[in-house]
C-alpha cells in the first residue's frame, strides 16, 4: 500500500515539473476567462444605442447593463464550490457551452427591454468563471509565485476591453447580430480547448462536507468578509466603469458611442495590465502597501474626477489613474487570499469574495444613472467613490493588516 501510494506521488510530482506544466494551465485558464467575459460584457458597449432604440430611461439604461453584474456575482458562489468538487477540466467547459444560450438569444431574439433583461439576467453566467480559475491557478503555483500567476489569471478580465473594442465596430459593420455570433463560436472552441487541454492536480485539497456545510464554515471565516469587502471597492469599482463609462461619456461630454467605446477600451486595458503587477508586488513587497496606495489614489483621483474638469488632459487622467490603481488592487486582494484562506476552501472563498466585487459592480451604474436623473450631475456619485475608497484603506490599514499577520505566522513551518 505504502508502495502504491509513493508511485502514485511520484506520478503526480512528474506530471507538475513537466516542462511548462503549470504554465499551460494558466494560459488555457486565462484565455477561458478572457473569453467568458468578452460574452459577459456584450450589451455594455451597445447601451447608448439601446437607450435610443428602445427609449429608455437613465435609470432603465443602467439596470440594462447592471443585471449580469449581479447575476454572475451570485453565480460565483456556487461555481467556485462546485469547481471545489468538480474541478476546472469539467467546469469551464460546461459554463462555457451554457453561456453560448443567453449569447445567441440576444443576438438574434431580444427586441424589448424586458427581452434584453431575460438575456442579460442568464448571460451573467459568464460573469462566474473567475471561481473557477482562480483555485484552478492556485493549486499549480507554490505560494511565492502565486501573486503574479494569479494576477496573470485575473488579467482575463481583459475580456471587457475586447468588448469595447469589437462589438459597436463589428456591428456597424457586418449588422448588430455578427458580435454575438462570432462569441458564441469562440466559446465553443474554447471548451473544446478547455476539455483537451486542461487538467486538475490529482493531489489538489478539497474540503469535506455539503456545499452549505462548507458556504457556512466558508462565511465564518474573518477574512472572507474582509477580503469581501476589499475586492468589492477594487473589482466593482473596475466593472462600474467598465460598464458604465461610455454612458457617462456620452452623457457628460457629448462623445459618439465608438469614441466613447475606445475611450472605455483604454481604462479597461490599462486596469487589465495593473492586475499582474499589482499580484507581482504583492509576491515582492507585501499586499497590503499595494493596496494602501492604490486606495489612497482612487480615493484623490475619484475627487478630482467629480470635478467635471475638461476632458482632455484632467479627466482622462483622473480615469487612467483610477484604471491602474483599481487593476494593481484587484490583483493584491487576491495575492491575500492565497496567503489567508486554507488551501481547501480557495475555491468557495474565492466565489464569496468574487460575488462581492461583482456586486460591488452592481450598485455604481445605478446609483450614477439615478443620481444623474434627479440632480443632472455626476457629482454625488464620484463623491460616494471616494468616500468608499477612503474606508476601504482605513480597513487595510488595520483590521486586514492585523489578519494578514495572523495569517502569516500560521503559515511558517
Excluded: C
Excluded at 466559446?187 to 469535506?208: C, K, N, Y
Excluded at 461619456?249 to 499589482?278: I, K
Aim: aromatic letters at 10%; hydrophobic letters at 55%; proline letters at 6%.
Amino acid at each position: 500500500m505504502a508502495d502504491a501510494a509513493a508511485r502514485a506521488r511520484n506520478r503526480q510530482g512528474a506530471a507538475t515539473r513537466g516542462p511548462g506544466r503549470p504554465a499551460v494551465m494558466l494560459t488555457v485558464a486565462t484565455v477561458g476567462f478572457a473569453a467568458t467575459f468578452w460574452a459577459w460584457a456584450l450589451l455594455s458597449p451597445l447601451g447608448a444605442t439601446l437607450r435610443e432604440q428602445l427609449q429608455l430611461s437613465s435609470f432603465q439604461q443602467s439596470l440594462l447593463v447592471a443585471v449580469p453584474v449581479v447575476v454572475g456575482s451570485l453565480g460565483r458562489i456556487p461555481v467556485g464550490a462546485l469547481a471545489d468538487r468538480l474541478g476546472a477540466r469539467r467546469m469551464f467547459p460546461a459554463v462555457a457551452l451554457l453561456t453560448v444560450l443567453p449569447v445567441l438569444y440576444l443576438g438574434h431574439v431580444a427586441h424589448s427591454l424586458a427581452g434584453y433583461l431575460v438575456g442579460r439576467f442568464f448571460l451573467g453566467l459568464g460573469g462566474t468563471t473567475f471561481a473557477i480559475g482562480v483555485p484552478f491557478v492556485n493549486s499549480w503555483f507554490p505560494p511565492a509565485r502565486r501573486g503574479l500567476a494569479l494576477g496573470v489569471f485575473g488579467a482575463g478580465m481583459g475580456g471587457t476591453a475586447i468588448s469595447a473594442f469589437t462589438t459597436v465596430q463589428l456591428a456597424k459593420t457586418f449588422g448588430p447580430s455578427f458580435p454575438f455570433d462570432v462569441v458564441a463560436v469562440v466559446l465553443v472552441v474554447f471548451a473544446v480547448l478547455a476539455w483537451v487541454v486542461l487538467r486538475d492536480r490529482q493531489d489538489r485539497a478539497i474540503a469535506p462536507g455539503t456545499m452549505w456545510t462548507r458556504l457556512r464554515a466558508t462565511l465564518r471565516l474573518p477574512a472572507t468578509l474582509q477580503l469581501s469587502f476589499l475586492y468589492a471597492v477594487a473589482f466593482g469599482g473596475f466593472v462600474a466603469f467598465s460598464v458604465y463609462l461610455p454612458t457617462y461619456l456620452v452623457s457628460a461630454y457629448q462623445l459618439d458611442t465608438t469614441d466613447a467605446a475606445l475611450r472605455t477600451a483604454g481604462f479597461v486595458v490599462l486596469a487589465v495590465a495593473m492586475r499582474p503587477v499589482g499580484g507581482w508586488l504583492s509576491d515582492r513587497f507585501d499586499p497590503i502597501p499595494v493596496l494602501l496606495s492604490a486606495f489612497g489614489a482612487t480615493t484623490l483621483l475619484a475627487v478630482v474626477a467629480g470635478a467635471h474638469l475638461p476632458l482632455l488632459p484632467a479627466e482622462t487622467i483622473a480615469f487612467l489613474g483610477m484604471a491602474a490603481a483599481l487593476g494593481a488592487a484587484t490583483g493584491a486582494v487576491f495575492a491575500l487570499v492565497a496567503r489567508m484562506v486554507p488551501a481547501e476552501r480557495v475555491g468557495l472563498v474565492t466565489g464569496v469574495v468574487g460575488a462581492a466585487g461583482g456586486l460591488g459592480g452592481f450598485f455604481p451604474p445605478l446609483v450614477m444613472g439615478l443620481v444623474h436623473g434627479l440632480t443632472s450631475s455626476y457629482l454625488v456619485g464620484f463623491v460616494l467613490l471616494a468616500a468608499t475608497s477612503a474606508t476601504a484603506a482605513a480597513a487595510t490599514a488595520t483590521a486586514v493588516r492585523r489578519r494578514a499577520s495572523v495569517g502569516a505566522r500560521a503559515a511558517q513551518p
